[in-house]
């Protein structure tokens, strides 16, 4: 196992290096001043120049590609250009908003979607069924944005039980704080839960014609027990390597959801950044994405080599 688990944390290493590769090129060394991209095309030459002096645009390329690594090592991310103050803080501040947002919205996806995925396999071909798959498809159709809207007008406007938008803060308003946080994680969830109750649904209907299963049943164990002891814990490999993708999703919808609901977290600044042309945030906020996909992935092999010894054994 532990050879299995070097391969893959090499793996994503390595994926991580040629990350930083392509956006430091796409950032800083691609055709076109990042000092003018910066300060706009209406700047001062002098303004410019003390820019490129301050950030070191004015340096070779691989001396200022190895003293970002640098920095990323040493969590020295540089200063935000429009924020006035250091990345890295900055980041820090605005994931005590989204990773607990990316974290209800799987938790949620999870504890809804393998229970209905369940139940669709066991109810193949009835009513039930159907009605599940429906439900999926719509959850696929509808944009969460847009679903987020509905959400506050039904359970803000309409019913006031949730805050339409904004976040007080985990030390001001601890309860307020998780209130303002289950709207967008459910809205952010919506589409993640119609894919991992088909993917769940498709893998139980293939495990359930398996003849260890057949077997189960012949020898007269109870149908809970064949459904969620035999069958489940087999069914779940594909749909943790799903889940983690999904996890990735997450952070990416982020980017429009923390916008819809006026949340200050690495969504909402990675959309301020783009409109302030704050590249160095830019370009260290998606590499924090990275290595978030890359913790979440490994996180995966981890549970996918304790779910299927396989792996474990392979050469």
């Given at each position: 196992?532990?050879?299995?688990?070097?391969?893959?944390?090499?793996?994503?290493?390595?994926?991580?290096?040629?990350?930083?590769?392509?956006?430091?090129?796409?950032?800083?060394?691609?055709?076109?001043?990042?000092?003018?991209?910066?300060?706009?095309?209406?700047?001062?030459?002098?303004?410019?120049?003390?820019?490129?002096?301050?950030?070191?645009?004015?340096?070779?390329?691989?001396?200022?590609?190895?003293?970002?690594?640098?920095?990323?090592?040493?969590?020295?991310?540089?200063?935000?250009?429009?924020?006035?103050?250091?990345?890295?803080?900055?980041?820090?501040?605005?994931?005590?908003?989204?990773?607990?947002?990316?974290?209800?919205?799987?938790?949620?996806?999870?504890?809804?979607?393998?229970?209905?995925?369940?139940?669709?396999?066991?109810?193949?071909?009835?009513?039930?069924?159907?009605?599940?798959?429906?439900?999926?498809?719509?959850?696929?159709?509808?944009?969460?944005?847009?679903?987020?809207?509905?959400?506050?007008?039904?359970?803000?406007v309409t019913w006031q039980v949730f805050p339409?938008?904004?976040?007080?803060?985990?030390?001001?308003?601890?309860?307020?704080?998780?209130?303002?946080?289950?709207?967008?994680?459910?809205?952010?969830?919506?589409?993640?839960?119609?894919?991992?109750?088909?993917?769940?649904?498709?893998?139980?209907?293939?495990?359930?014609?398996?003849?260890?299963?057949?077997?189960?049943?012949?020898?007269?164990?109870?149908?809970?027990?064949?459904?969620f002891h035999h069958a489940l814990r087999n069914?779940?490999?594909?749909?943790?390597?799903?889940?983690?993708?999904?996890?990735?999703?997450?952070?990416?919808?982020?980017?429009?959801?923390?916008?819809?609901?006026?949340?200050?977290?690495?969504?909402?600044?990675?959309?301020?950044?783009?409109?302030?042309?704050?590249?160095?945030?830019?370009?260290?906020?998606?590499?924090?994405?990275?290595i978030l996909v890359l913790a979440v992935n490994?996180?995966?092999?981890?549970?996918?080599?304790?779910?299927?010894?396989?792996?474990?054994?392979?050469?």
């Amino acid at each position: 196992m532990l050879e299995f688990l070097s391969r893959r944390f090499a793996a994503a290493l390595v994926t991580l290096v040629l990350a930083t590769v392509v956006v430091f090129a796409v950032v800083e060394v691609l055709p076109g001043d990042p000092a003018l991209v910066m300060l706009g095309i209406d700047a001062r030459p002098d303004t410019l120049a003390a820019l490129r002096a301050k950030h070191g645009f004015d340096q070779p390329v691989l001396l200022r590609y190895l003293r970002w690594i640098g920095g990323l090592l040493s969590f020295d991310l540089g200063n935000s250009h429009a924020y006035g103050t250091p990345v890295a803080k900055l980041i820090g501040d605005r994931l005590a908003v989204t990773l607990p947002l990316g974290v209800l919205a799987l938790s949620w996806a999870l504890l809804v979607a393998i229970p209905l995925g369940v139940f669709a396999a066991w109810k193949h071909g009835t009513a039930g069924d159907w009605g599940v798959m429906g439900f999926t498809q719509i959850g696929i159709s509808i944009p969460n944005f847009w679903f987020g809207i509905v959400l506050v007008l039904v359970f803000a406007v309409t019913w006031q039980v949730f805050p339409s938008g904004g976040f007080p803060g985990w030390r001001q308003d601890l309860p307020g704080s998780i209130k303002a946080l289950i709207l967008p994680a459910l809205s952010l969830s919506l589409g993640e839960i119609a894919i991992l109750t088909r993917v769940t649904r498709s893998a139980m209907l293939d495990t359930l014609r398996e003849d260890y299963i057949r077997t189960a049943k012949a020898k007269g164990a109870p149908e809970h027990i064949v459904l969620f002891h035999h069958a489940l814990r087999n069914a779940m490999i594909p749909v943790t390597t799903v889940a983690g993708l999904i996890a990735g999703f997450l952070v990416a919808g982020a980017v429009i959801i923390e916008s819809v609901f006026r949340l200050p977290g690495v969504g909402q600044l990675v959309y301020d950044s783009i409109n302030n042309r704050d590249l160095i945030v830019i370009k260290n906020v998606v590499i924090l994405f990275t290595i978030l996909v890359l913790a979440v992935n490994l996180l995966v092999d981890l549970t996918y080599a304790l779910l299927d010894p396989r792996p474990r054994v392979a050469t």
